[in-house]
């Protein structure tokens, strides 16, 4: 068998190329599959943790004025007989300026299952209640607080402000952004006195809320690995095509070295060697390489989710206020899932080659004319499967629009993948019947007509890589236009909606001095109050009947008037935009997409809301779009939600006229109400920073995108590397017969753009229905809200540029070895055949 | 018409230099035979690719109606082997993915000679007819060396150079093939210079040549 084995290796000792392509695109595939695993398993980490941190498994309980509670109240509620417990929750800043959340809790009220209770293993319970205290850690902290992981026992890092942190405990199960400690301790910290920031129970334990206060359920809560599963299920999606594209490349190279071998391998044959054991000493090669590429690749992959991670945890923060580790965080099953995956995909690029090897005829030389037809067959396979993944694709479209909107995620995504799939499999066969027909069309010029003819002959050796660069060129055309068109909405959307230049946040108290000011200056053309709350739809009436809901939602009120009316857009209304706004002014309420899409409501329905002062029941005039907001919520008329709930005021937009002075106004507002300087801000600020947020957010998909793209180029690379030799064979005569090298180059190149051309062309509308797939079928079914759908020319154009750019980059090298061959050597070459 | 003046030429091998040609002369004249003969590895092929402008010669000139092949450049010496000649070699080099009868008209067409009466001739005379539409690769080895025949004389090219273009098939067979081609050199008149091992192939023709340690010799047969 080892014997068997060398023997088989000795080829890629004369083809070292062979085995540099096989490795690469093995590097490739779980390079980016590890990778991305690696941030998803790090992400998914920082979720545990935080799920089983009290936020999310608390019921928890507010003072209704929003106001934090004292000391008093809670002793109050306890005496009361109510098992609650106090916390207390702020900010410190490290000495690099890192802001850590600060909770300070009280263990010995604290129900026992939750994250501190698992954390307190090691420390006896009276050295955390007790002087020096100490302070709950994750270790992914340490390195914000100045601290090595090996003396970070026992340390006390100074914060920014000069205080000391009682003495660390390591408590890896906390969240990474997170200090625990005693609550005196926390007290003392962040020196607040006797306030409390909140009062929590367990799960359950309170029946009702006491008066005065409101009680969140711990179960009503999202958690951040609900709210990002879609954006990890896109990640590992992305992950899943890179695989894909890495192992077109390993194909192209396996067959290639298959073919090359057939001739040892049937010599093998008649020598004695069985069947089976060849068929063994190939999947020993194929372990071995897989193997070798395996653990490269997921080596890189970790490194390249170390590079990565930074962007992911901004994005996840930002988008979703969830807390990532910037610590990669992987656990065993995530290194041995990396292994199988890769090994798996090895195993599927390679079982053609097994097959072929474990029916290989030993007489018979594989012959052209066998070959031609096989292809032909091949071909008409492809565009069966191709029509049977286009059906598949059909039936989850049509599967999806009886499915109730906000379920369809996975779904949604296997249609991409099956549309995708369809297109790659008709994409052979499309080119193999444009070459005939243009062959056909081109018979009275002999070069091109060549050209033609000979294209239809590489066609079966260069299809996966052109499969691969359509797959690619159609996923970056797709996510391209859905991050261009989402970008244009997101900004036209801030434009509606930021519509004064000045926004004022003042402390709740204030507004209504203020409003009394501005009412008489003349510069303030309208004041744009805006008020907020939280509430509980409780219960909606719709044709069908009532229903009780029961859901946290948000209560925002905004001030309809000449500025903001023109502009905000609307989705749906009961009849048309002016009667809707004017139930809105008598006290009808908007509700967001992402509500009416989770609730399944429309305008005209009755909403119950209960928020803190009441409980009413109001009628739906309109839906509006709400963009980025993972949450429901519901608008109401400023005035009328303070008629009708408690809900404070949250900021004021100022619209001025033209010829006011903005900073004079800034000023003496300031310095009239005593405001701090970051209560005005800047329309173009806030708009500058939401802007970058959403950069951020999808500096990912762009990278992950651009590198799929790489990849694919690599793969067209690869199959016409590996085939150089046989192509120059084909080249040699025609040069003898006449025909100048140039030409030969140009027409090899021409060859290879055209071929380009044509899938970048089909690329097209295929990424616009990838586009289409993800802004009107996953984006609603991840967050509730769709895009338009919007079109980009120039990205069209950049896609076909890019596919013939990608196809003269790959076809550069072979052509200019052609091209330094000397063109005796090529005759010599065939000679030698 | 073509012209071999004092030719020498070299290869760099691993081994050091090997001297294939040495101070070789020749003159073929217009509708002359010649057949070359000499041992394996003796430098035969070297000299056909030198008169066909595949290669260039280290010293000496070769000429081709009275220019020197090495001053032209390299697109007018592909024009030349384009219009003025025909090749055969002793691996047929069809284009696989032509038909025969796209192998067959394929120098002429990019020679612009392409005649559809002289083709269809050649289609009869090379025992083609009915497979035109076949692939290279499903015709026998006599079919394809006869269709590389009529692919290097469909454009009548006044010299037709042949490089063992029998060597590859058996014997019966290479002596319909050489047969062949011999009565179509005659039917088009043109000049031929062939590489054969073969005394009864260079028995019909005008002159025999012997090329020994790098040095051509008149042959007597
Ligand atoms: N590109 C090359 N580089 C180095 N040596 C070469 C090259 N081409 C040919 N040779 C050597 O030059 C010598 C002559 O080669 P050539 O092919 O002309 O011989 P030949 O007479 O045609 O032989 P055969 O009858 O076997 O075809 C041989 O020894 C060969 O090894
Ligand atoms: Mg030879």
Redesign the interface.
């Known amino acids: 068998m080892t014997r068997v084995l060398s023997t088989l290796l000795s080829h890629y000792r004369r083809h070292p190329g062979q085995l540099i392509m096989l490795l690469l695109g093995l590097w490739v595939a779980s390079a980016l599959w590890s990778g991305i695993q690696a941030i998803n398993a790090t992400a998914r980490d920082s979720y545990a943790r935080a799920d089983a941190l009290f936020d999310t498994q608390l019921d928890q309980l507010e003072r209704r004025d929003g106001m934090p509670f004292s000391r008093a109240e809670y002793h109050a509620l306890r005496q009361a007989g109510l098992p609650v417990s106090p916390m207390l929750k702020g900010e410190v800043v490290t000495q690099d300026g890192t802001r850590l959340t600060l909770i300070g809790i009280d263990p010995l009220t604290l129900s026992n299952d939750n994250a501190l209770a698992q954390a307190n293993t090691s420390a006896s319970l009276s050295d955390f209640l007790t002087p020096p205290w100490q302070t709950r850690v994750a270790p992914d902290a340490l390195e914000a607080l100045g601290i090595t992981r090996e003396n970070a026992s026992a340390a006390t890092p100074t914060l920014a402000d000069g205080k000391t942190l009682p003495p660390l405990v390591l408590a890896p199960a906390l969240p990474p952004d997170t200090l625990i400690m005693d609550i005196a301790a926390a007290a003392r910290l962040l020196e607040s006195g006797d306030q409390l920031t909140r009062i929590v129970a367990a799960p359950g334990a309170l029946t009702e809320a006491p008066p005065g206060l409101t009680l969140t359920r711990a179960t009503t809560l999202a958690s951040p690995g609900q709210l990002t599963e879609s954006f990890h299920l896109n990640l590992t999606a992305l992950g899943l095509l890179a695989w894909v594209v890495g192992l077109f490349i390993v194909q192209a190279a396996l067959g290639l070295a298959l073919e090359q071998r057939l001739g040892m391998l049937r010599t093998l044959r008649v020598l004695g060697v069985s069947g089976r054991s060849l068929v063994l000493a190939l999947s020993l090669e194929l372990l071995l390489l897989g193997l070798i590429g395996a653990l490269a690749g997921i080596a890189s992959g970790v490194w390249l989710a170390r590079l990565l991670l930074p962007d992911v945890a901004a994005t996840l923060g930002s988008l979703y206020g969830a807390g990532i580790g910037q610590e990669l965080n992987l656990p065993w099953h995530y290194w041995v899932g990396g292994l199988a995956v890769s090994l798996g995909g090895l195993l599927l690029a390679g079982s053609g080659v097994l097959w072929r090897a474990a029916r290989l005829n030993m007489l018979k030389l594989g012959?052209?004319?066998a070959w031609?037809s096989g292809y032909r067959r091949q071909l008409s396979l492809m565009s069966i499967g191709g029509a049977f993944a286009m059906g598949v694709a059909l039936a989850l479209y049509v599967w999806l629009r009886f499915q109730s909107p906000g379920d369809g995620l996975v779904t949604g995504f296997t249609l991409v993948a099956a549309l995708l799939l369809a297109s790659a499999l008709w994409l052979p066969p499309f080119l193999a019947l444009l070459l005939k027909a243009l062959t056909h069309l081109a018979r009275r010029r002999?070069?091109i007509?060549?050209a033609l003819?000979?294209?239809?002959?590489q066609l079966p050796r260069l299809s996966l890589a052109m499969m691969a660069l359509l797959i690619a060129l159609a996923t970056n055309l797709g996510v391209g236009s859905m991050v261009g068109g989402f970008r244009l909405t997101f900004l036209d959307w801030l434009d509606q909606r930021l519509v004064a230049p000045l926004y004022l946040n003042a402390p709740a108290e204030q507004y209504a001095d203020i409003d009394a000011w501005l009412a008489d200056r003349p510069e303030v053309f309208e004041r744009l109050l805006t008020r907020r709350s939280d509430a509980t739809l409780q219960a909606a009436t719709t044709p069908e009947g009532s229903r009780s809901i029961g859901t946290p939602i948000e209560l925002y009120g905004i001030t309809p008037g000449e500025s903001l009316t023109p502009h905000w857009p609307l989705l749906a209304t009961q009849q048309d935009r002016s009667s809707a706004w004017a139930a809105f002014s008598d006290g009808a309420i908007f509700i967001n997409e992402q509500l009416a899409t989770a609730e399944n409501l429309s305008p005209g329905d009755r909403l119950t809301l209960n928020a803190p002062g009441a409980n009413e029941t109001l009628t739906i005039a309109a839906i509006y779009p709400d963009y980025g907001n993972p949450s429901g919520q519901v608008l109401m008329a400023s005035p009328q939600l303070a008629a009708r709930f408690d809900a404070p005021p949250s900021s004021m937009g100022l619209v001025l006229s033209d010829e006011a002075d903005v900073d004079t106004l800034r000023a003496t507002l300031l310095e009239r109400f005593d405001l701090g300087s970051d209560a005005l801000s800047d329309q173009r600020e806030i708009k500058r920073i939401a802007t970058e947020i959403f950069e951020r957010t999808f500096t990912i998909t762009r990278a992950l995108n651009a590198l799929t793209l790489a990849v694919a180029a690599l793969a067209l690379l690869a199959s016409l590397l590996t085939q150089a030799r046989s192509r120059r064979q084909?080249l040699?005569?025609?040069?003898?017969?006449?025909?100048?090298?140039?030409q030969l180059a140009q027409l090899n190149l021409a060859q290879l753009s055209g071929a380009a051309l044509a899938t970048g062309l089909l690329a097209i509308p295929l990424g616009i229905a990838i586009t289409w797939g993800l802004v009107a079928i996953i984006n609603v079914a991840a967050f509730g809200w769709r895009l338009p759908l919007y079109l980009f020319p120039g990205e069209m154009a950049v896609t076909l540029a890019t596919a013939v750019g990608v196809a003269l980059l790959a076809a550069a090298l072979p052509t200019l070895r052609f091209w330094r061959a000397s063109?005796?050597a090529l005759?010599a070459e065939?000679?030698n055949? | 018409m073509l012209e071999f003046h004092q030719v020498h030429k070299t290869y760099t091998t691993p081994q050091g230099p090997l001297n294939v040609l040495n101070d070789v002369s020749l003159r073929l004249a217009a509708g002359e035979s010649l057949a070359l003969m000499g041992e394996s590895g003796s430098g035969k092929s070297t000299l056909l690719h030198l008169a066909a402008g595949l290669d260039l010669p280290d010293q000496g000139t070769v000429s081709f109606e009275n220019q020197n092949v090495a001053s032209l450049p390299e697109p007018t010496r592909a024009k030349l082997r384009r219009e003025q000649l025909g090749l055969v070699f002793q691996q047929f080099h069809l284009v696989p993915s032509l038909t025969v009868i796209d192998n067959l008209r394929l120098q002429a067409r990019l020679a612009k000679r392409d005649n559809v009466a002289w083709t269809d001739h050649l289609i009869e005379r090379l025992g083609l007819h009915g497979m035109e539409k076949r692939y290279p690769e499903q015709l026998s080895g006599g079919q394809q060396q006869r269709l590389a025949i009529g692919r290097a004389l469909a454009p009548r090219p006044p010299l037709l150079l042949a490089d063992e273009p029998t060597g590859n098939l058996d014997e019966t067979t290479a002596g319909e093939v050489l047969e062949l081609l011999l009565s179509l050199v005659r039917e088009t008149q043109c000049a031929l210079l062939i590489v054969t091992h073969s005394p009864q192939v260079a028995a019909p023709l005008d002159r025999c040549l012997r090329l020994s340690h790098g040095h051509l010799l008149e042959a007597a047969l």
Do not use: K, S, Y
Request: aromatic letters at 6%; hydrophobic letters at 50%.
């Open positions: 012959q052209m004319q031609r002999p070069l007509h060549w003819a000979d294209m239809q002959l084909q040699a005569p025609l040069w003898a017969l006449g025909v100048p090298r140039a063109p005796r005759l065939e000679a055949q």
